[in-house]
């Protein structure tokens, strides 16, 4: 299995991105996706999941600003991130594992995307 994560770019403090994460590779019919964010030389962050039954969970700092939703015949999650702050500048990575929930930690994700960057400018 494969992910591949797009949608990433430079856009000033107030402004919105909508990430992409398609899956490929051998079809699995339950699986919980994530989205998380890394600072330079910090450990990865949750930004967002989603279990495969469609519910959500999010980080405070991004509650109200970003939304996790997928497509499960596409295979595909999206993150779409509005009110975008400078604090929101990072690399994310989108994150799927076998199982119907979430994962806890990042070291339960099977499989990683390679990362986007996002800058949010002041």
């Known amino acids: 299995v494969q992910l591949q994560a797009c949608g990433g770019g430079l856009v000033q403090a107030g402004g919105s991105l909508r990430l992409s994460c398609v899956a490929s590779?051998?079809?699995?019919?339950?699986?919980?996706m994530g989205w998380y964010r890394q600072y330079p030389e910090k450990e990865r962050e949750l930004v967002a999941r989603?279990?495969?039954?469609?519910?959500?969970n999010y980080a405070e700092n991004v509650k109200g600003r970003f939304t996790i939703s997928g497509d499960n015949a596409k295979k595909m999650v999206y993150l779409e991130m509005n009110n975008l702050k400078p604090e929101d500048t990072a690399v994310y990575y989108c994150?799927?594992?076998?199982?119907?929930?979430?994962?806890?930690?990042?070291?339960?994700?099977?499989?990683w995307g390679q990362g986007t960057q996002v800058t949010v400018s002041s």
């Open positions: 989603v279990s495969s039954g469609g519910v959500t």
């Open positions: 590779g051998r079809i699995f019919v339950n699986h919980a």
């Open positions: 994150a799927a594992r076998h199982g119907s929930s979430w994962a806890r930690t990042p070291g339960e994700y099977d499989y």
